[in-house]
């Protein structure tokens, strides 16, 4: 069984910057790629970063030059280091594992959130 487990979340100043982390189970981060996805009242969840296996990354347009996806295999733990942080930044943050298995079937876990909120 896969948990994820996020922390981090809280009230910040537009312009401030905040640290999620992701800590997942053991062994995970060398299997699944893990993507930060975030989710705002009324709108759908998108996708916001990813870091594979292999240590490929990949950003939403919106966050690239401010956000940064990085893994620490030893604690088994991504983190999402948000920096120059905007009021629309606000939602809740939400970690996903996922992976393809050589059938083509689909492996997803998530993590229960953590509140981000930017405002003055």
């Known amino acids: 069984q896969v948990q994820l487990v996020e922390s981090g979340g809280g009230l910040v100043q537009p312009g401030g910057s905040l640290r999620l982390s992701c800590a997942a189970s053991?062994?995970?981060?060398?299997?699944?790629?893990i993507n930060w996805y975030r989710q705002a009242p009324g709108n759908q969840r998108e996708l916001v970063a990813a870091?594979?296996?292999?240590?490929?990354?990949n950003y939403a347009d919106s966050v690239k030059g401010r956000f940064t996806i990085s893994r620490e295999d030893a604690k088994n733990t991504v983190y999402l280091q948000m920096n120059s942080l905007k009021p629309e930044d606000t939602a809740v943050y939400y970690c996903?594992?996922?992976?393809?298995?050589?059938?083509?079937?689909?492996?997803?876990?998530w993590g229960q959130g953590t509140q981000v909120t930017v405002s003055s």
């Open positions: 870091v594979t296996s292999g240590g490929r990354t």
């Open positions: 996903n594992a996922n992976r393809k298995n050589g059938l083509g079937q689909t492996f997803a876990y």
């Open positions: 053991r062994g995970i981060l060398t299997i699944y790629t």
